[in-house]
Every structure is written in structure tokens, then in C-alpha cells.
């Protein structure tokens, strides 16, 4: 289960760092119209649309990826003064109750207007370029498809959780743990010591 769970994980931080790389298009294109705008007086006529489909497509997929790391907010005020039993029994109740119908109802929607899109390849309507804005709506149910996967792993873990009275590992906290423990090796050998092992029998 926790190999299920980490594979999970690993892919929506694939696909929410993959997506992070168009920070750079949405960078280099708005430098690139304040230098011929204000410059150049030539100011262009896709700095817009570029703008809002990279920082759109970007925020779509980072949905997963946020939720694996578990970076949405919530209102803590309350909920870390509770035992994780009962952090685990209210997030499946939310999880249950909000999060699938919510996301049931996303990729339903969002099929049905990528799919309108995508069939008349729609162009924006902001600029004379026609720059084609159908590939960010398709993006919408394929979000919900990521999300549905995610809040699966999520739920389990509540489940987990629920038996056990801790909750289980994400895969960024074992990435953690592995970055402290090579860093710690790296400052040794380069003090010239080396960690002793541990003593034989000791399960370590």
C-alpha cells in the first residue's frame, strides 16, 4: 500500500514540477513585451493570452502536486491540537462529503467544455493574433483526473491512519529524510570521519 501510495505522490510531483518549467515562457514573454513596449514602442499582440494560458496551465496542474505535499490551506487553528485520529476522520469526512463530489463534478463539466473547445480549436478572443487557447481548456478534466487520483491516495491515507493512530509517510518526507541523511554523510567525509555503523542485532 505504501509503495501504492508513494507512486501516486511521485507522479503528481512529476507533473506539477513538469508544469513548473512554464515560469519561464510566462518570464521571458512579459520581459520581452515590457522591453518592446516601453522600448521599442512595438508593443505585441500575444503577451496577454501567453500570459494568462502558461500562468493558467500552471496552476491547473499544480493542484495534485500541492495536495500530495500537503500544501492546501487549512484552517489550523483547531485542527493541530487534535490527535490524528481525529484529523484523520474529519479529512475523510471532508473528502468524502466535498472533495469527490466536487472533483466528480469538474471533470464532468470540464469534459464537456475541453470538448467544445478542442472541436471548434477555439482562438482567444482578446487579441488579433488568434493565439489558440482549446490545449489550456483541455487541461481542465485532465486536472480533475490528476486530483482524483491524489485525493484516492489521500483517502487511504486517512483510512491508515484511522487503524494505526499515525498518519503514514508522504513521499516528500521519506525525500527529507534521505537529504538530511547524505547531507550529514557528505559533512563527515569531508571532515575526513565516516558515521560508525550501527552494532550488529540492533535492527537499525
Known amino acids: ?14 507533473v506539477g514540477k513538469a508544469f513548473a518549467w512554464l515560469i519561464l515562457v510566462l518570464t521571458f514573454g512579459t520581459s520581452y ?9 512595438s508593443p505585441t499582440t500575444w503577451a496577454f493570452d501567453i500570459s494568462y494560458i502558461t500562468y493558467g496551465a500552471m496552476f491547473l496542474m499544480a493542484g495534485a502536486y500541492t495536495l500530495s505535499r ?17 484529523q484523520a ?5 471532508l473528502y468524502i462529503v466535498f472533495f469527490l463530489p466536487a472533483v466528480g463534478a469538474w471533470i464532468y463539466a470540464g469534459w464537456t467544455y475541453a470538448a467544445m473547445s478542442v472541436r471548434f480549436r477555439e482562438v482567444s478572443i482578446f487579441s488579433p493574433a488568434g493565439v489558440p487557447v482549446f490545449p489550456l481548456k483541455a487541461l481542465i478534466p485532465v486536472t480533475g483526473v490528476f486530483l482524483l487520483l491524489q485525493g484516492i ?9 484511522l487503524r494505526s493512530g499515525a ?12 537529504s538530511v541523511i547524505l ?4 559533512h563527515l567525509a569531508a571532515g575526513g570521519e565516516m558515521p560508525p555503523s550501527p552494532p550488529a542485532g540492533t535492527g537499525a
Open 1 to 14: 500500500m505504501t509503495r501504492f501510495l508513494f507512486f501516486i505522490d511521485s507522479l503528481s510531483t512529476w
Open 33 to 41: 513585451e515590457v522591453f518592446v513596449r516601453y522600448v521599442l514602442n
Open 70 to 86: 500537503n500544501g492546501h490551506v487549512r484552517g489550523d487553528v483547531v485542527y493541530r491540537f487534535w490527535r490524528p485520529r481525529m
Open 89 to 93: 476522520g474529519m479529512d475523510l469526512a
Open 153 to 161: 491516495a489521500e483517502i487511504i491515507r486517512c483510512v491508515l491512519c
Open 167 to 178: 498518519w503514514p509517510q508522504r513521499l516528500h518526507d521519506v525525500e527529507e529524510i534521505e
Open 183 to 186: 547531507h550529514e554523510r557528505e
